[in-house]
Nanobody
């Protein structure tokens, strides 16, 4: 059983910062890519940032220069440092990972439960 647990969400004023964490736990052989998605009320879930097992990163244009994704491979933990937050960043942020669990031969997609980020103007 693989679980992704997010933490670090909350309420912050515009211009402030938050740091999200996502820890993958369970019987894991390997973690491939890890990503952050977000979903605002009435909108589709969108990719915010991703990081590969090799450390290559990608960002949505809307967060480039403000958000930084990183990971600790030894801990199977991913982070999202969010600076210069804007009200339009308000959303539920979800962790996603492509994981090879113990006992399986192919990678599978896993999602966290989501953490709310609210940015007040």
């Amino acid at each position: 059983q693989v679980q992704l647990v997010e933490s670090g969400g909350g309420l912050v004023q515009a211009g402030g910062s938050l740091r999200l964490s996502c820890a993958a736990s369970g019987s894991i052989i390997s973690v491939n890519a890890m990503d952050w998605y977000r979903q605002a009320p009435g909108k589709q879930r969108e990719l915010v940032a991703g990081i590969t097992s090799g450390g290559r990163t990608n960002y949505a244009d809307s967060v480039k220069g403000r958000f930084t994704i990183s990971k600790d491979g030894a801990k199977n933990t991913m982070y999202l440092q969010m600076n210069s937050l804007k009200p339009e960043d308000t959303a539920v942020y979800y962790c996603h990972a492509v994981v090879l669990p113990l006992g399986l031969v192919s990678f599978r997609d896993y999602w966290g439960q989501g953490t709310q980020v609210t940015v007040s103007s």
